[in-house]
Protein backbone atom coordinates (compact mmCIF):
# COMPACT_ATOMS: atom_id res chain seq x y z
CA UNK A 1 0.00 0.00 0.00
CA UNK A 2 2.52 2.44 -1.24
CA UNK A 3 0.66 4.34 -3.79
CA UNK A 4 -0.95 8.03 -3.13
CA UNK A 5 -4.85 8.53 -2.95
CA UNK A 6 -6.11 11.53 -4.21
CA UNK A 7 -10.04 12.27 -4.30
CA UNK A 8 -12.82 14.18 -2.16
CA UNK A 9 -14.09 14.22 1.06
CA UNK A 10 -17.07 12.28 1.93
CA UNK A 11 -17.99 13.80 5.59
CA UNK A 12 -19.74 11.21 7.76
CA UNK A 13 -20.32 11.58 11.88
CA UNK A 14 -19.59 9.14 14.51
CA UNK A 15 -20.70 5.57 15.03
CA UNK A 16 -21.33 5.14 11.10
CA UNK A 17 -22.72 1.27 11.27
CA UNK A 18 -22.45 -1.64 8.73
CA UNK A 19 -26.36 -1.52 8.69
CA UNK A 20 -26.19 1.77 6.91
CA UNK A 21 -22.91 1.30 4.81
CA UNK A 22 -24.56 -1.63 3.10
CA UNK A 23 -27.87 -2.52 4.15
CA UNK A 24 -28.48 -7.10 4.76
CA UNK A 25 -31.62 -6.74 2.43
CA UNK A 26 -29.03 -6.41 -0.56
CA UNK A 27 -26.23 -9.03 1.35
CA UNK A 28 -27.77 -11.64 -1.75
CA UNK A 29 -24.19 -10.81 -3.48
CA UNK A 30 -20.44 -10.74 -2.52
CA UNK A 31 -20.06 -8.88 -5.55
CA UNK A 32 -17.97 -5.93 -4.72
CA UNK A 33 -19.57 -3.66 -7.52
CA UNK A 34 -23.05 -5.04 -6.88
CA UNK A 35 -22.95 -3.79 -3.58
CA UNK A 36 -21.01 -1.03 -4.21
CA UNK A 37 -24.34 0.16 -6.09
CA UNK A 38 -25.94 0.91 -2.53
CA UNK A 39 -22.90 1.61 -0.68
CA UNK A 40 -24.47 4.21 2.16
CA UNK A 41 -27.51 3.87 1.01
CA UNK A 42 -29.11 4.17 4.86
CA UNK A 43 -27.18 7.49 5.60
CA UNK A 44 -27.28 9.20 1.76
CA UNK A 45 -29.79 7.12 -1.04
CA UNK A 46 -27.12 9.20 -4.07
CA UNK A 47 -23.93 8.09 -2.77
CA UNK A 48 -23.11 5.80 -5.24
CA UNK A 49 -23.87 7.78 -8.09
CA UNK A 50 -21.92 10.83 -6.53
CA UNK A 51 -18.92 8.94 -5.37
CA UNK A 52 -15.88 8.93 -8.00
CA UNK A 53 -13.12 6.90 -8.31
CA UNK A 54 -10.48 7.54 -5.41
CA UNK A 55 -12.90 9.76 -3.12
CA UNK A 56 -12.50 9.31 0.69
CA UNK A 57 -14.97 8.42 3.51
CA UNK A 58 -14.16 10.63 6.23
CA UNK A 59 -16.10 10.02 9.61
CA UNK A 60 -15.81 10.17 13.33
CA UNK A 61 -15.50 7.42 15.82
CA UNK A 62 -16.07 3.65 15.87
CA UNK A 63 -16.88 3.76 11.78
CA UNK A 64 -17.98 0.15 11.15
CA UNK A 65 -19.67 -0.88 14.22
CA UNK A 66 -22.33 -3.59 14.19
CA UNK A 67 -22.71 -6.46 12.26
CA UNK A 68 -19.70 -8.63 11.11
CA UNK A 69 -20.55 -8.37 7.41
CA UNK A 70 -17.36 -8.53 4.80
CA UNK A 71 -19.53 -7.39 2.40
CA UNK A 72 -19.65 -3.31 4.43
CA UNK A 73 -15.91 -2.67 2.97
CA UNK A 74 -16.24 -4.79 -0.01
CA UNK A 75 -19.52 -2.22 -1.06
CA UNK A 76 -16.84 0.74 -0.19
CA UNK A 77 -14.38 -0.80 -2.75
CA UNK A 78 -16.95 -1.72 -5.19
CA UNK A 79 -18.22 2.04 -5.12
CA UNK A 80 -15.02 3.04 -6.12
CA UNK A 81 -14.08 4.42 -2.55
CA UNK A 82 -10.24 4.83 -2.40
CA UNK A 83 -10.28 4.91 1.27
CA UNK A 84 -11.63 5.47 5.03
CA UNK A 85 -10.11 8.34 7.14
CA UNK A 86 -11.75 8.05 10.62
CA UNK A 87 -10.83 8.78 14.04
CA UNK A 88 -11.31 5.56 15.00
CA UNK A 89 -12.53 2.09 13.76
CA UNK A 90 -14.51 -0.62 15.48
CA UNK A 91 -12.55 -3.77 15.71
CA UNK A 92 -14.34 -5.96 12.97
CA UNK A 93 -14.64 -3.58 10.15
CA UNK A 94 -11.11 -2.48 10.89
CA UNK A 95 -9.83 -6.45 10.36
CA UNK A 96 -12.40 -6.99 7.26
CA UNK A 97 -10.51 -3.64 5.37
CA UNK A 98 -6.81 -4.86 5.95
CA UNK A 99 -8.26 -8.28 4.66
CA UNK A 100 -10.29 -7.55 1.79
CA UNK A 101 -7.76 -4.51 1.28
CA UNK A 102 -9.37 -1.35 1.33
CA UNK A 103 -7.10 1.20 2.91
CA UNK A 104 -8.26 2.75 6.12
CA UNK A 105 -6.25 5.64 7.74
CA UNK A 106 -6.94 6.28 11.73
CA UNK A 107 -6.62 10.17 12.30
CA UNK A 108 -8.66 11.78 15.15
CA UNK A 109 -7.39 15.77 13.76
CA UNK A 110 -7.70 14.99 10.69
CA UNK A 111 -10.85 13.01 10.60
CA UNK A 112 -12.14 16.50 12.84
CA UNK A 113 -10.89 19.14 10.30
CA UNK A 114 -11.57 17.83 7.50
CA UNK A 115 -14.77 19.49 5.61
CA UNK A 116 -17.30 17.96 3.10
CA UNK A 117 -15.90 18.14 -0.32
CA UNK A 118 -12.13 18.96 0.21
CA UNK A 119 -9.98 17.33 -1.75
CA UNK A 120 -7.50 15.37 -0.44
CA UNK A 121 -4.07 13.20 -0.96
CA UNK A 122 -3.02 10.44 0.71
CA UNK A 123 0.33 9.22 1.47
CA UNK A 124 0.43 5.95 3.03
CA UNK A 125 4.10 5.11 3.10
CA UNK A 126 5.28 8.46 4.41
CA UNK A 127 1.84 8.04 6.89
CA UNK A 128 0.34 11.94 5.89
CA UNK A 129 -3.09 12.93 4.65
CA UNK A 130 -2.91 16.53 3.16
CA UNK A 131 -5.75 18.69 2.25
CA UNK A 132 -5.10 20.05 -1.25
CA UNK A 133 -6.53 23.35 -0.92
CA UNK A 134 -5.04 24.71 2.55
CA UNK A 135 -1.94 22.26 2.53
CA UNK A 136 -2.43 21.70 5.92
CA UNK A 137 -1.19 18.46 6.55
CA UNK A 138 -2.15 15.66 8.92
CA UNK A 139 0.62 12.67 10.52
CA UNK A 140 -1.30 8.72 11.10
CA UNK A 141 1.03 6.02 12.73
CA UNK A 142 1.82 2.91 11.21
CA UNK A 143 -0.40 -0.29 12.41
CA UNK A 144 1.39 -2.42 14.30
CA UNK A 145 4.54 -4.67 12.39
CA UNK A 146 2.11 -7.76 12.16
CA UNK A 147 -0.40 -5.70 10.38
CA UNK A 148 2.45 -3.94 8.62
CA UNK A 149 3.06 -6.96 7.36
CA UNK A 150 -0.51 -8.65 6.23
CA UNK A 151 -1.15 -5.13 4.49
CA UNK A 152 2.74 -5.67 2.31
CA UNK A 153 1.53 -9.07 1.58
CA UNK A 154 -1.98 -8.38 -0.05
CA UNK A 155 -3.88 -8.82 2.40
CA UNK A 156 -4.43 -11.98 4.73
CA UNK A 157 -5.40 -14.43 1.57
CA UNK A 158 -1.50 -14.18 0.48
CA UNK A 159 -0.83 -14.70 3.85
CA UNK A 160 -2.54 -17.78 4.30
CA UNK A 161 -1.83 -18.79 0.78
CA UNK A 162 2.38 -18.58 2.00
CA UNK A 163 1.73 -20.25 5.21
CA UNK A 164 -0.05 -23.44 3.45
CA UNK A 165 2.56 -23.34 1.07
CA UNK A 166 5.19 -23.73 4.07
CA UNK A 167 3.25 -26.23 5.91
CA UNK A 168 3.18 -28.01 2.91
CA UNK A 169 6.75 -27.87 2.26
CA UNK A 170 7.62 -28.99 6.07
CA UNK B 1 1.18 -11.31 36.67
CA UNK B 2 -2.81 -12.47 37.76
CA UNK B 3 -5.00 -12.89 34.88
CA UNK B 4 -7.82 -11.83 33.81
CA UNK B 5 -10.52 -14.57 32.18
CA UNK B 6 -9.39 -13.89 28.54
CA UNK B 7 -5.89 -13.91 29.42
CA UNK B 8 -6.47 -17.35 31.46
CA UNK B 9 -8.29 -18.78 28.42
CA UNK B 10 -5.79 -16.83 25.41
CA UNK B 11 -2.38 -18.10 27.80
CA UNK B 12 -3.53 -22.08 26.95
CA UNK B 13 -4.27 -21.66 23.42
CA UNK B 14 -1.13 -19.31 22.64
CA UNK B 15 2.33 -19.76 22.46
CA UNK B 16 3.00 -16.58 23.38
CA UNK B 17 1.77 -14.93 27.00
CA UNK B 18 -1.37 -13.09 26.53
CA UNK B 19 -0.11 -9.78 27.29
CA UNK B 20 -2.82 -7.09 26.84
CA UNK B 21 -2.19 -4.74 23.90
CA UNK B 22 0.24 -6.77 22.35
CA UNK B 23 -0.85 -9.79 19.37
CA UNK B 24 -0.68 -13.34 19.58
CA UNK B 25 -1.26 -16.13 17.61
CA UNK B 26 -3.97 -18.69 18.96
CA UNK B 27 -5.78 -21.83 18.47
CA UNK B 28 -9.12 -21.77 17.55
CA UNK B 29 -11.39 -24.36 19.14
CA UNK B 30 -14.47 -24.04 16.77
CA UNK B 31 -15.35 -21.65 13.84
CA UNK B 32 -18.46 -21.08 11.77
CA UNK B 33 -20.24 -19.15 9.19
CA UNK B 34 -23.61 -18.47 7.95
CA UNK B 35 -25.68 -18.25 5.07
CA UNK B 36 -24.16 -14.93 4.03
CA UNK B 37 -20.81 -14.82 5.23
CA UNK B 38 -20.39 -18.44 3.91
CA UNK B 39 -20.41 -17.46 0.39
CA UNK B 40 -17.12 -15.05 0.66
CA UNK B 41 -15.62 -17.34 2.82
CA UNK B 42 -15.38 -20.06 0.43
CA UNK B 43 -14.19 -17.92 -1.77
CA UNK B 44 -10.96 -16.63 0.25
CA UNK B 45 -10.49 -20.11 1.16
CA UNK B 46 -10.26 -21.37 -2.63
CA UNK B 47 -8.44 -18.23 -2.88
CA UNK B 48 -6.12 -19.01 -0.04
CA UNK B 49 -5.17 -22.31 -1.81
CA UNK B 50 -6.62 -24.53 1.07
CA UNK B 51 -8.34 -27.49 0.33
CA UNK B 52 -9.44 -28.95 3.29
CA UNK B 53 -10.59 -27.42 6.51
CA UNK B 54 -8.13 -27.83 9.62
CA UNK B 55 -10.97 -30.44 11.52
CA UNK B 56 -14.28 -31.08 9.67
CA UNK B 57 -15.64 -31.83 13.38
CA UNK B 58 -14.93 -28.25 15.09
CA UNK B 59 -16.05 -26.18 11.45
CA UNK B 60 -19.85 -25.30 10.91
CA UNK B 61 -22.09 -24.02 8.29
CA UNK B 62 -25.21 -22.94 9.48
CA UNK B 63 -28.23 -21.72 7.51
CA UNK B 64 -30.35 -18.96 9.59
CA UNK B 65 -29.93 -15.59 8.32
CA UNK B 66 -32.48 -16.05 5.13
CA UNK B 67 -33.66 -19.14 5.68
CA UNK B 68 -36.06 -20.52 4.52
CA UNK B 69 -34.31 -18.85 1.15
CA UNK B 70 -36.09 -16.16 0.78
CA UNK B 71 -35.71 -15.15 -2.82
CA UNK B 72 -33.58 -16.86 -5.67
CA UNK B 73 -30.40 -15.51 -4.87
CA UNK B 74 -30.65 -16.31 -1.23
CA UNK B 75 -31.22 -19.52 -2.00
CA UNK B 76 -28.43 -19.67 -4.32
CA UNK B 77 -26.06 -18.58 -1.91
CA UNK B 78 -27.03 -21.26 0.90
CA UNK B 79 -27.15 -23.70 -1.70
CA UNK B 80 -23.24 -22.90 -2.09
CA UNK B 81 -22.60 -22.94 1.54
CA UNK B 82 -24.51 -26.27 1.93
CA UNK B 83 -22.23 -27.81 -0.81
CA UNK B 84 -19.27 -26.64 0.48
CA UNK B 85 -19.94 -28.20 3.84
CA UNK B 86 -20.98 -31.11 1.73
CA UNK B 87 -17.43 -31.45 0.54
CA UNK B 88 -15.53 -30.43 3.75
CA UNK B 89 -17.61 -33.36 6.03
CA UNK B 90 -18.37 -30.14 7.92
CA UNK B 91 -20.69 -29.66 10.71
CA UNK B 92 -23.94 -28.72 9.11
CA UNK B 93 -27.73 -28.40 10.19
CA UNK B 94 -30.52 -28.18 7.79
CA UNK B 95 -33.78 -26.32 7.60
CA UNK B 96 -36.07 -27.44 10.00
CA UNK B 97 -33.10 -29.06 12.30
CA UNK B 98 -31.26 -26.11 12.72
CA UNK B 99 -31.62 -22.96 14.61
CA UNK B 100 -30.40 -19.21 14.82
CA UNK B 101 -26.80 -20.38 15.26
CA UNK B 102 -25.87 -17.95 18.72
CA UNK B 103 -28.92 -20.06 20.06
CA UNK B 104 -28.54 -23.58 18.12
CA UNK B 105 -24.90 -24.13 18.47
CA UNK B 106 -24.51 -23.50 22.65
CA UNK B 107 -27.36 -25.96 22.92
CA UNK B 108 -25.53 -28.45 20.47
CA UNK B 109 -22.58 -28.28 22.82
CA UNK B 110 -20.31 -26.86 20.47
CA UNK B 111 -19.60 -23.97 22.80
CA UNK B 112 -17.33 -24.76 25.49
CA UNK B 113 -15.69 -22.82 28.53
CA UNK B 114 -11.74 -22.29 27.57
CA UNK B 115 -12.55 -22.27 24.38
CA UNK B 116 -11.76 -19.89 21.19
CA UNK B 117 -14.42 -19.77 19.36
CA UNK B 118 -14.70 -17.09 16.14
CA UNK B 119 -17.63 -17.05 14.06
CA UNK B 120 -18.28 -14.92 10.60
CA UNK B 121 -21.26 -12.72 12.54
CA UNK B 122 -20.70 -10.49 15.00
CA UNK B 123 -22.87 -11.56 17.99
CA UNK B 124 -20.36 -15.00 18.27
CA UNK B 125 -20.07 -13.37 21.62
CA UNK B 126 -23.25 -15.00 22.68
CA UNK B 127 -20.89 -17.72 23.60
CA UNK B 128 -18.87 -15.94 26.28
CA UNK B 129 -21.77 -16.62 28.42
CA UNK B 130 -20.42 -20.12 28.78
CA UNK B 131 -16.91 -18.66 29.69
CA UNK B 132 -15.48 -19.20 25.90
CA UNK B 133 -13.46 -16.38 24.20
CA UNK B 134 -15.91 -15.63 21.76
CA UNK B 135 -16.14 -13.34 18.75
CA UNK B 136 -16.85 -12.32 15.64
CA UNK B 137 -14.66 -11.98 12.62
CA UNK B 138 -15.25 -10.98 8.97
CA UNK B 139 -15.27 -13.78 6.08
CA UNK B 140 -11.74 -13.98 5.02
CA UNK B 141 -10.84 -14.21 8.96
CA UNK B 142 -12.91 -16.91 9.28
CA UNK B 143 -11.76 -18.81 6.29
CA UNK B 144 -7.94 -18.19 7.18
CA UNK B 145 -9.24 -20.23 10.50
CA UNK B 146 -11.02 -23.07 8.45
CA UNK B 147 -7.35 -22.84 6.50
CA UNK B 148 -5.09 -22.82 9.31
CA UNK B 149 -6.94 -23.86 12.66
CA UNK B 150 -5.55 -20.31 14.53
CA UNK B 151 -6.31 -16.97 14.28
CA UNK B 152 -4.70 -13.57 15.29
CA UNK B 153 -6.04 -11.47 18.12
CA UNK B 154 -4.89 -8.52 19.75
CA UNK B 155 -5.35 -9.16 23.79
CA UNK B 156 -8.23 -6.82 24.76
CA UNK B 157 -8.19 -5.21 27.99
CA UNK B 158 -10.81 -5.85 30.29
CA UNK B 159 -13.49 -3.86 32.13
CA UNK B 160 -15.54 -5.97 34.57
CA UNK B 161 -18.83 -5.28 34.59
CA UNK B 162 -20.25 -5.85 38.21
CA UNK B 163 -24.53 -6.07 38.42
CA UNK B 164 -25.27 -5.78 42.08
CA UNK B 165 -28.04 -5.67 43.88
CA UNK B 166 -31.73 -7.10 44.14
CA UNK B 167 -32.87 -8.26 41.07
CA UNK B 168 -36.89 -7.22 40.50
CA UNK B 169 -38.91 -9.98 39.44
CA UNK B 170 -39.39 -8.21 35.75
CA UNK B 171 -35.35 -7.69 35.20
CA UNK B 172 -34.17 -9.73 32.50
CA UNK B 173 -30.76 -10.08 30.89
CA UNK B 174 -32.04 -7.76 28.09
CA UNK B 175 -32.58 -4.91 31.07
CA UNK B 176 -29.25 -5.35 32.38
CA UNK B 177 -26.88 -5.01 28.93
CA UNK B 178 -28.92 -2.32 28.23
CA UNK B 179 -28.60 -0.27 31.42
CA UNK B 180 -24.57 -1.22 30.38
CA UNK B 181 -25.02 0.87 27.03
CA UNK B 182 -26.64 3.15 28.99
CA UNK B 183 -23.44 3.95 31.10
CA UNK B 184 -20.62 3.35 28.47
CA UNK B 185 -22.03 3.74 24.91
CA UNK B 186 -21.38 2.02 21.74
CA UNK B 187 -17.92 2.14 21.75
CA UNK B 188 -17.28 2.30 25.75
CA UNK B 189 -15.35 -0.97 25.66
CA UNK B 190 -14.01 -0.61 21.55
CA UNK B 191 -11.08 -3.31 21.23
CA UNK B 192 -11.48 -4.50 24.65
CA UNK B 193 -13.41 -7.40 26.62
CA UNK B 194 -16.52 -7.40 29.05
CA UNK B 195 -15.83 -9.49 32.19
CA UNK B 196 -19.79 -10.02 33.54
CA UNK B 197 -19.49 -10.52 37.89
CA UNK B 198 -21.59 -9.56 41.03
CA UNK B 199 -24.09 -11.08 42.97
CA UNK B 200 -27.38 -10.54 40.65
CA UNK B 201 -24.72 -12.71 38.13
CA UNK B 202 -24.15 -15.17 40.19
CA UNK B 203 -27.96 -15.91 40.22
CA UNK B 204 -28.58 -15.38 36.77
CA UNK B 205 -30.12 -18.48 34.93
CA UNK B 206 -28.16 -19.20 31.44
CA UNK B 207 -30.82 -17.68 29.17
CA UNK B 208 -30.53 -14.21 31.23
CA UNK B 209 -26.31 -14.53 30.41
CA UNK B 210 -26.59 -15.39 27.13
CA UNK B 211 -28.50 -12.26 26.61
CA UNK B 212 -26.35 -10.00 28.08
CA UNK B 213 -23.26 -11.46 26.36
CA UNK B 214 -24.68 -11.45 22.70
CA UNK B 215 -24.93 -7.31 23.03
CA UNK B 216 -21.65 -7.15 24.40
CA UNK B 217 -20.59 -6.07 20.75
CA UNK B 218 -22.89 -3.58 21.23
CA UNK B 219 -20.72 -1.88 23.16
CA UNK B 220 -17.70 -2.50 20.84
CA UNK B 221 -16.50 -5.16 22.84
CA UNK B 222 -14.55 -8.28 21.11
CA UNK B 223 -16.36 -10.22 24.04
CA UNK B 224 -18.08 -10.57 26.89
CA UNK B 225 -17.29 -13.09 28.95
CA UNK B 226 -19.17 -15.15 32.19
CA UNK B 227 -16.67 -17.26 34.59
CA UNK B 228 -18.56 -20.66 34.23
CA UNK B 229 -19.93 -21.56 37.43
CA UNK B 230 -22.34 -24.38 38.60
CA UNK B 231 -25.19 -22.68 36.67
CA UNK B 232 -22.60 -23.15 33.23
CA UNK B 233 -21.67 -26.75 34.11
CA UNK B 234 -25.31 -27.85 35.07
CA UNK B 235 -26.63 -26.66 31.63
CA UNK B 236 -23.29 -28.28 30.02
CA UNK B 237 -23.66 -31.51 31.37
CA UNK B 238 -25.82 -32.89 28.90
CA UNK B 239 -24.78 -31.41 26.07
CA UNK B 240 -21.34 -30.62 25.92
CA UNK B 241 -20.00 -32.08 22.33
CA UNK B 242 -16.60 -32.46 23.42
CA UNK B 243 -14.30 -32.77 26.24
CA UNK B 244 -13.24 -29.14 28.03
CA UNK B 245 -10.90 -27.38 30.72
CA UNK B 246 -12.64 -24.44 31.94
CA UNK B 247 -10.53 -21.48 32.63
CA UNK B 248 -10.88 -18.56 35.30
CA UNK B 249 -10.38 -15.11 36.22
CA UNK B 250 -7.44 -14.99 38.55
CA UNK B 251 -7.47 -13.09 42.13
CA UNK B 252 -5.87 -9.56 41.76
CA UNK B 253 -5.86 -9.92 37.72
CA UNK B 254 -5.77 -5.65 36.45
CA UNK B 255 -8.69 -4.43 35.04
CA UNK B 256 -8.54 -1.03 33.33
CA UNK B 257 -11.82 0.13 35.21
CA UNK B 258 -14.68 -1.39 37.11
CA UNK B 259 -18.68 -0.73 35.83
CA UNK B 260 -21.05 -0.92 38.60
CA UNK B 261 -25.15 -1.87 37.39
CA UNK B 262 -26.98 -1.20 41.13
CA UNK B 263 -30.20 -3.42 40.10
CA UNK B 264 -32.16 -2.86 42.99
CA UNK B 265 -35.51 -1.17 41.99
CA UNK B 266 -34.45 -0.96 38.33
CA UNK B 267 -37.60 -0.90 36.00
CA UNK B 268 -37.56 -2.43 32.58
CA UNK B 269 -35.84 -0.57 29.68
CA UNK B 270 -36.01 -0.04 26.25
CA UNK B 271 -33.54 1.14 23.39
CA UNK B 272 -35.27 4.25 21.74
CA UNK B 273 -34.02 5.02 17.94
CA UNK B 274 -31.36 4.91 16.20
CA UNK B 275 -28.98 3.74 19.18
CA UNK B 276 -28.76 0.76 21.37
CA UNK B 277 -27.60 2.82 23.89
CA UNK B 278 -30.26 5.49 24.05
CA UNK B 279 -31.67 3.93 26.74
CA UNK B 280 -34.90 5.04 29.06
CA UNK B 281 -37.29 3.09 31.48
CA UNK B 282 -40.29 2.15 29.00
CA UNK B 283 -42.50 3.93 31.67
CA UNK B 284 -40.40 7.06 30.20
CA UNK B 285 -40.87 6.69 26.88
CA UNK B 286 -43.53 8.66 26.25
CA UNK B 287 -46.69 7.50 23.51
CA UNK B 288 -44.96 5.95 21.01
CA UNK B 289 -47.75 3.74 19.48
CA UNK B 290 -46.07 0.45 17.56
CA UNK B 291 -47.05 -1.15 14.08
CA UNK B 292 -45.04 -4.39 14.97
CA UNK B 293 -43.87 -6.76 17.43
CA UNK B 294 -40.81 -8.97 17.06
CA UNK B 295 -40.15 -11.66 19.93
CA UNK B 296 -36.78 -13.70 18.60
CA UNK B 297 -33.59 -13.70 17.83
CA UNK B 298 -30.24 -14.68 18.70
CA UNK B 299 -30.82 -12.00 21.63
CA UNK B 300 -34.18 -12.69 23.21
CA UNK B 301 -35.61 -15.79 20.96
CA UNK B 302 -35.21 -18.55 23.90
CA UNK B 303 -37.29 -20.52 26.10
CA UNK B 304 -37.62 -18.13 29.18
CA UNK B 305 -38.01 -15.00 26.71
CA UNK B 306 -41.24 -17.16 24.79
CA UNK B 307 -42.32 -18.05 28.55
CA UNK B 308 -42.33 -14.39 29.61
CA UNK B 309 -43.75 -13.55 26.47
CA UNK B 310 -46.51 -15.85 27.16
CA UNK B 311 -46.93 -14.64 30.41
CA UNK B 312 -48.17 -11.64 29.05
CA UNK B 313 -50.19 -12.97 26.09
CA UNK B 314 -52.04 -15.36 28.09
CA UNK B 315 -56.01 -14.73 27.62
CA UNK B 316 -55.01 -11.35 26.11
CA UNK B 317 -54.81 -10.35 22.51
CA UNK B 318 -52.79 -8.55 20.47
CA UNK B 319 -54.50 -5.24 19.88
CA UNK B 320 -55.60 -4.62 16.53
CA UNK B 321 -53.17 -2.45 14.74
CA UNK B 322 -50.53 -4.07 15.82
CA UNK B 323 -48.78 -7.14 13.51
CA UNK B 324 -46.84 -9.76 16.81
CA UNK B 325 -44.39 -11.83 15.04
CA UNK B 326 -42.67 -14.67 17.53
CA UNK B 327 -39.86 -16.47 16.20
CA UNK B 328 -37.93 -19.45 18.97
CA UNK B 329 -34.42 -19.14 18.13
CA UNK B 330 -33.81 -23.02 17.49
CA UNK B 331 -35.76 -26.31 16.60
CA UNK B 332 -35.27 -27.11 20.24
CA UNK B 333 -36.81 -24.12 21.62
CA UNK B 334 -39.54 -24.20 19.04
CA UNK B 335 -40.40 -27.89 20.21
CA UNK B 336 -40.18 -27.10 24.17
CA UNK B 337 -42.23 -24.23 23.39
CA UNK B 338 -45.11 -25.85 21.84
CA UNK B 339 -45.28 -28.67 24.64
CA UNK B 340 -45.75 -26.19 27.54
CA UNK B 341 -48.21 -24.82 25.24
CA UNK B 342 -46.42 -21.22 24.79
CA UNK B 343 -47.27 -21.37 21.07
CA UNK B 344 -50.89 -22.04 21.31
CA UNK B 345 -51.09 -19.32 23.73
CA UNK B 346 -49.16 -17.06 20.66
CA UNK B 347 -51.95 -17.99 18.10
CA UNK B 348 -54.61 -17.38 20.06
CA UNK B 349 -53.48 -14.04 21.04
CA UNK B 350 -53.15 -13.49 17.24
CA UNK B 351 -49.78 -13.19 16.78
CA UNK B 352 -47.36 -14.62 14.10
CA UNK B 353 -45.15 -17.82 14.95
CA UNK B 354 -42.58 -18.20 12.18
CA UNK B 355 -40.13 -21.36 12.00
CA UNK B 356 -36.52 -20.45 13.59
CA UNK B 357 -34.73 -17.88 11.55
CA UNK B 358 -33.04 -14.37 12.41
CA UNK B 359 -35.33 -12.84 9.55
CA UNK B 360 -36.80 -9.54 10.43
CA UNK B 361 -34.03 -9.00 13.47
CA UNK B 362 -31.40 -7.78 10.22
CA UNK B 363 -34.96 -6.57 7.86
CA UNK B 364 -33.78 -10.11 5.74
CA UNK B 365 -37.47 -11.18 5.85
CA UNK B 366 -40.07 -12.59 8.07
CA UNK B 367 -41.27 -9.01 8.58
CA UNK B 368 -39.50 -5.95 7.24
CA UNK B 369 -40.93 -2.58 8.29
CA UNK B 370 -42.60 0.07 6.02
CA UNK B 371 -41.46 3.99 5.97
CA UNK B 372 -42.70 5.40 9.40
CA UNK B 373 -43.46 2.01 10.77
CA UNK B 374 -42.27 1.36 14.37
CA UNK B 375 -41.27 -2.11 15.87
CA UNK B 376 -40.44 -3.27 18.91
CA UNK B 377 -38.09 -5.80 19.04
CA UNK B 378 -36.39 -8.21 21.29
CA UNK B 379 -33.02 -7.85 18.65
CA UNK B 380 -30.00 -6.50 19.40
CA UNK B 381 -29.76 -3.19 16.80
CA UNK B 382 -31.50 -0.75 16.26
CA UNK B 383 -29.88 1.82 13.45
CA UNK B 384 -31.06 3.59 10.66
CA UNK B 385 -33.14 0.77 8.47
CA UNK B 386 -31.77 -2.17 10.15
CA UNK B 387 -35.71 -3.72 9.94
CA UNK B 388 -36.68 -2.13 6.66
CA UNK B 389 -37.05 1.62 5.28
CA UNK B 390 -34.40 4.02 6.36
CA UNK B 391 -37.42 5.92 7.59
CA UNK B 392 -39.03 3.16 9.97
CA UNK B 393 -37.87 2.73 14.00
CA UNK B 394 -36.78 0.18 16.04
CA UNK B 395 -37.11 0.03 19.60
CA UNK B 396 -35.05 -2.61 21.56
CA UNK B 397 -36.49 -3.78 24.66
CA UNK B 398 -36.84 -7.73 26.61
CA UNK B 399 -39.82 -9.72 25.86
CA UNK B 400 -41.66 -8.45 28.77
CA UNK B 401 -42.23 -4.64 27.50
CA UNK B 402 -42.32 -6.34 23.64
CA UNK B 403 -45.12 -8.42 24.63
CA UNK B 404 -47.01 -5.54 26.82
CA UNK B 405 -46.24 -3.30 23.92
CA UNK B 406 -48.15 -5.81 21.56
CA UNK B 407 -51.21 -5.81 23.68
CA UNK B 408 -51.22 -1.94 24.22
CA UNK B 409 -50.17 -1.04 20.97
CA UNK B 410 -47.65 1.43 22.00
CA UNK B 411 -44.47 1.10 23.85
CA UNK B 412 -45.94 -0.24 27.61
CA UNK B 413 -44.19 -1.33 31.07
CA UNK B 414 -45.49 -4.56 31.66
CA UNK B 415 -46.74 -3.32 34.77
CA UNK B 416 -49.41 -1.98 32.36
CA UNK B 417 -50.23 -4.44 31.13
CA UNK B 418 -49.87 -6.89 34.01
CA UNK B 419 -51.46 -5.16 36.88
CA UNK B 420 -51.64 -7.22 39.33
CA UNK B 421 -48.51 -9.60 38.33
Known amino acids: ?170 | MAKTLVQAILSKKSAETPEEGALCRARVDFAFANDITASPAIRSFREMGAEKVFDPARCAVLPDHFTPNKDIAAAEQAKEAREFALEQGMLYWEQGRVGIEHAFLPEQGHILPGEIILGADSHTCTGGALGAFATGVGSTDLAAVWALGETWLRVPTTIKVRFEGEKPKNIGGKDLILAVLSLIGVQGARYRALEFSGEVTARLPMDDRFTIANMAVETGAKAGLFAPDRTTLDWLTPRAARTFEPAHPEKGARYEKEVVVEVSGMTPLVALPHSPANVRPALEAGLMPVDQVFIGSCTNGRLSDLEQAARVLRGRKVHPSVRCIVIPASREIFADALRLGFIDIFIEAGAVVCTPTCGPCLGGHMGILAKGERCVSTSNRNFVGRMGHPDSEVVLSGPLVAASSAVAGRVADPSEVLPND
Open chain 1, 1 to 170: MTRIIRGKAWVFGNDVDTDVIIPARYLVTSDPERLGEHCMEGLDPAFPAKVAPGDFIVAGDNFGCGSSREHAPLALKGAGCGGVIAASFARIFFRNAINVGLPIFECPEAAGTIAAGDLLEVDPSSGTITITGSGRVFHFAPFPTFIEGLVAAGGLIPFVRRELEGRRAR
